[in-house]
């Protein structure tokens, strides 16, 4: 999905967007926890009330930019967890990260400028305010306050900082990243085929399309005739140049990266009916190691990043409520 305004805004203020973290963690479950605590981290305690405000403000933003109901959030996923539960726990976890972070920062004498926190506010929620009445309406329906959103800006901001800060300490060398690119060839290769299709609803009808192409019949012309996909009448049939991570059905995809250019393929069933492909024309190529190094030393920073954030995570004393 692409983000919005309102969407970028979102990303910058809610944590767990910013930290981006994946982290499995040994924590305990508690319920005797103090009434108003929903978790410790370290001997620090993390308020319900901090933890309902982010909570409301990632659900608030939810709703109004991807018109998420109460049924879809507590929809069953599986094993009798909801995806308001999966919301719950993450928030928690982020809260939870960002005291973890906001420590290591202080040891390491990192603070955050008020006046480029202030710039930020004014620049983002408070134009935003202004200039977007979506964003303005849901602000004020979901009575978030603009001191949270400035907070919340401000340990973005300050993890932001230590991770700068992190991965300016880490070193690559370009032996490091040659060996990467060596071990990793597939990550360096790209491949995109150009390919038309025609799809219909009945087998033995995609038989005889496949016979009449054999006898010399034009694909473009028996696609516009006979596809039933929206607009291939315009298009006939073509889908223009795409790689293997485009998303297409996997039945359709390994059919078509399957045919050499010209081939028709057999007919291909896929929850859409059956296809009839054909490639007009692939394109490969190798990425050098010269224009690649620069990306793999900085991937390889982020995850050596991604490691300390879980190292921290799992070496910390951590007890939930039972309850969210």
């Given at each position: 999905?692409?983000?919005?305004?309102?969407?970028?805004?979102?990303?910058?203020v809610?944590?767990?967007?910013?930290?981006?973290?994946?982290?499995?963690?040994?924590?305990?479950?508690?319920?005797?926890l103090?009434?108003?605590?929903?978790?410790?981290?370290?001997?620090?305690?993390?308020?319900?009330?901090e933890?309902?405000?982010?909570?409301?403000?990632?659900?608030?933003?939810l709703?109004?930019?991807?018109?998420l109901t109460?049924?879809?959030?507590?929809?069953?996923m599986g094993?009798?967890?909801?995806?308001l539960?999966?919301?719950?726990?993450?928030?928690?976890?982020?809260?939870?990260m960002?005291?973890?972070?906001?420590?290591?920062?202080?040891?390491?004498?990192?603070?955050?400028?008020?006046?480029?926190?202030?710039?930020?506010?004014?620049?983002?929620?408070?134009?935003l305010?202004?200039e977007?009445?979506?964003?303005?309406?849901?602000?004020?329906?979901?009575?978030?306050d603009?001191?949270f959103?400035?907070n919340?800006?401000?340990?973005?901001?300050?993890?932001?900082?230590?991770?700068?800060?992190?991965?300016?300490?880490?070193?690559?060398?370009d032996?490091?990243?040659r060996?990467?690119?060596?071990?990793?060839?597939?990550?360096?290769?790209?491949?995109?085929?150009?390919?038309?299709?025609?799809?219909?609803?009945?087998?033995?009808?995609?038989?005889?399309?496949?016979?009449k192409?054999?006898?010399g019949?034009?694909?473009?012309?028996?696609?516009?005739e006979?596809s039933i996909?929206?607009?291939?009448?315009?298009s006939?049939?073509?889908?223009?140049y795409?790689?293997?991570?485009?998303?297409?059905?996997?039945?359709?995809?390994?059919?078509?990266?399957?045919?050499?250019?010209?081939?028709?393929?057999?007919?291909?069933?896929?929850e859409?009916?059956?296809?009839?492909?054909?490639?007009e024309?692939?394109i490969?190529?190798?990425?050098?190691?010269?224009?690649?190094?620069?990306?793999?030393?900085?991937?390889?920073?982020?995850?050596?990043?991604?490691?300390?954030i879980?190292?921290?995570?799992?070496?910390?004393?951590?007890?939930?409520?039972?309850?969210?």
């Amino acid at each position: 999905m692409k983000l919005n305004t309102r969407g970028k805004l979102a990303v910058l203020v809610i944590v767990v967007l910013i930290i981006n973290m994946s982290v499995v963690g040994c924590f305990k479950k508690s319920s005797k926890l103090k009434k108003g605590v929903v978790a410790t981290v370290n001997g620090t305690e993390i308020s319900e009330t901090e933890y309902k405000e982010l909570l409301n403000y990632y659900l608030s933003e939810l709703r109004a930019s991807y018109s998420l109901t109460d049924d879809t959030l507590n929809k069953d996923m599986g094993a009798g967890t909801t995806l308001l539960d999966s919301l719950k726990s993450e928030i928690l976890d982020t809260i939870i990260m960002g005291q973890i972070i906001a420590k290591e920062a202080a040891a390491n004498n990192i603070k955050v400028d008020e006046g480029e926190l202030q710039k930020l506010y004014e620049e983002s929620h408070l134009k935003l305010m202004e200039e977007n009445e979506n964003y303005k309406k849901m602000i004020e329906e979901n009575k978030i306050d603009g001191d949270f959103i400035k907070n919340q800006m401000g340990k973005n901001l300050l993890y932001d900082k230590y991770k700068i800060f992190y991965l300016d300490k880490i070193k690559i060398t370009d032996e490091t990243a040659r060996a990467f690119y060596d071990e990793n060839e597939e990550l360096f290769h790209s491949e995109e085929i150009r390919a038309r299709h025609i799809l219909v609803g009945e087998e033995q009808l995609a038989k005889d399309i496949i016979k009449k192409l054999e006898e010399g019949e034009d694909f473009v012309e028996l696609a516009k005739e006979h596809s039933i996909e929206p607009g291939a009448e315009q298009s006939g049939g073509d889908l223009g140049y795409f790689s293997r991570d485009i998303n297409f059905v996997p039945e359709f995809k390994e059919a078509a990266f399957a045919l050499e250019i010209g081939q028709i393929s057999k007919p291909i069933k896929t929850e859409h009916g059956y296809h009839v492909i054909t490639v007009e024309d692939r394109i490969e190529k190798d990425v050098e190691f010269e224009d690649a190094v620069e990306g793999i030393k900085y991937s390889l920073k982020e995850t050596d990043y991604q490691n300390h954030i879980n190292e921290m995570f799992e070496k910390a004393d951590i007890v939930k409520s039972d309850k969210l």
